[in-house]
């Protein structure tokens, strides 16, 4: 992974992984506030949402570690070269466990939202486990680099942290929607951080190289990573907005008559589910 | 800002919001308390001066990301110097970056408290992340001083984080006046710290120079944060003394009739808008 | 403890009790929610096996003590060797002070479950210190060791202290299977990583010393430590799948008659115990 | 307070209110849960033992600050010394500053259980903020010491941090006992630490010195603190059931009719005031 493309793919994964989360989110508070029972609203509609969103964790965390493994410089299954008595392309192995746990997290959304069997909130657990674990791996990968690369790759370690943290409370606090977009704001930044890596370790070419041991690079580069967070505010406040106005004309239009009753039943039985 | 002023102003200001939040928050408490309901004590009577900080706070931001920019000494918008190849004027470029979540924080209050478009505890949220950005640029500021200029402003970070912390707990917590308090507080230490920090390091013309290196000044120092503590306490005390006084005093004037129902409603709407 | 069994005993234990917690913990929770009162699921089963447990800490942590003290090289309760001017096996002594928590833990839920004298909370808050205590036990233990030894007891302490941290919650979340599977899973962690332990410092005759200071060698144990989580849950996976299986059936086969009224009435005596 | 009784006498002091708060809180929650309304246990009589408490805090401390300012070797509230040009008696004006925050932290007491201005969850964040800004000043303290004279001090840190996060937790999960037991046991863990500190720094003429660079001192110490945590349970384990023996004998005598509605509007009353 120890080039540009490395670090842009997943980089781009996270931006589109956010970008849906902030379509998301506001558009289940606003239609829970909104007590708006269409099909795009309903409890159930979400539910099955989030159980598409776990078949795609899964499925694409499978493809991720299929691929680092059978990549033409990957280790195809190999551990450990008895010929040179070393451990076998480490980094691949390293980011197929990462896949690993995401593809852990996508099988128990995809269990916990389509049967009754498993708590629900067991879902944010192993989702905050998986981000937690992805922290854990990137906190050990980064020891003994230049300074710069290691400015750059700690304060990545802020958001996945951060994210893991935020995903670990929303296990108490479940669906409390401010809680989601911190979550959110953090997986934008993750994602775009990483295009900044991207660029600045791997510059592409005819660009100059960085200074990796200049301060005032790694001075640029920490306000560079709030403009990164500010760029994500925006990012959600945008599409907060178009969710809205949207949400807002669809009810004009839609009557919404009999609706109480079947939201009562449904809240009550969320409540029940919930623990 | 490496110069008196560049601390003492910025001092100045967190000194009156900290004033002012000592006036408010025991105010609020008080009146919530007594089912006060004449114009002062009101929800919206409360919600007015909600939206009044948030104006205040986007209006100085910007005014300050401004100052930075456009100062003789400032950056001007150019942010690389293609002469020096060096970054230009990065500490404004930090500085501006600092306000510019408050900004944010300062935009989020307006729009939560004039429309109900946004949750409510939005606005707790970004408030939280604005402190903590401040407190993470501040913290890679500070890297490579002398002893005593990095003790100073690592007591200024513990500050910080503090109130960041503390604003994190009221997005779930909200409205408990003993975190609004502890904030308070928290925001009128950095205030009266900022000012310390101003004396300390650019001493004004006649007065000795501090000794950076001497083990006993460190010392001093951290005895000196916590009486600025106790300071910021007694402030606080004298404040919600004269607020209890004054509350009570305008209760024995004003009849309370009719009030009982029309406090439930505003209590329903409340919790409703909650979460 | 410096060798392969004094590693692999505990990493034994340590099992068997995560093996026992991923059968209960799914139980319990399986049983409650589908109001299934046979002998097994009921409430007054449950602080049976609670009490049983109890008894098997304090049992067991007792042989442990006395073992520690009298095996024939332990310091059989001499605490001081006035002769070389030394303490005398303080390792032994530290594993017993490690027992005795335990073993203090065993005798508060033996006392909690059997009267209702203590607050039912106090045995998650004891089984937390016990935990916590081992943490920083083991966090003392390691200063000064060789690159690999440190970072394998390193990360042995992240999964003490992250379920140290977890019961810490259970006392405030009492009941929420989630928390009580994230703790199984460390205690599984806990359990296999003491083996790799064993495995890596004390390789079994025949196979080759593990060179201390390879970089690469850290790198692949702390791959190899999140493959050992996901190995426990995947047997968390497995055994809830089982205890799923089994509670579906026994419910099919059982009349679920009479038993709502008997439930309120033991959860209303379950919320009024708790705090 | 660099001799043995320095240490020796606050350790005494803290035990004494460890001692008395393991009496105090399980007879405030046996009463509670037994409903048992002699004077003994109402909550009036609870609300004067807090006010004493108070005054006993406050006077305590202002008796404590005056003897730091005083004894013959104090400085007179003299804090800087031309002469030398030095910080003058540095140690006795940090103690000053410590008892400082206790005496706010009574005075604070006092006013939220006399009257009913203040929000009574206050006395808890008060002497969190006391108890945190103790181990503040210690921490600062004890920089650029010797090994072992380091270490015994950080384990004492260790306590103070843990009971004042405890007591910040007690903000809002006010009056569980089981958090109310863990700060006593810290607390009494903090007062023998203090006499085990005194015995090893400066041992009583006679006994030999300890060696401050040796590392087995060093890992003995840091059992011989989990033995004190022992020893503090075993205290309040004694305490718990001489009271919980008292309340059960007390409650036979005395007849128990007319509570239950005097309860209830006691209790209302109390949730009232809570927030």
Redesign the interface.
Known sequence: MGNFKGHALPGCLFLLIGFWWSVKFPLK??CRKKKHASSLGSKTGFQRIELAEGIFKAVFSLIGMTAEQFVSSGPHLKLYDYETK??HQ?MN??HA?LY??YC?SGLVDIVAHSTN???V??DK?MLS?AVF?EG??LY??I??RSMLDFHLHQLLIVAVFGAAFCIFLE???RG???LE??RTSLCILQGSWLWQIAFVLYPPSGSPEWNQMD??????L??CY??H??FA?LIMAVN?TIV?WIVRSKIKQTPTMEIGLLKTSERDQESEDE?
């Open positions: 508070y606003l070393q451990w480490l192995w390293q466990t690993l746990f852990i069997v498993l708590p909130a067991l657990m486990l674990a854990f791996l050990y990968h020891h003994g296990v108490f606090f409390i929607v401010v977009m911190l301060h005032n690079n790694t001075m640029f920490t306000v709030c403009w967070y500010a505010i907060y809205s623990m």
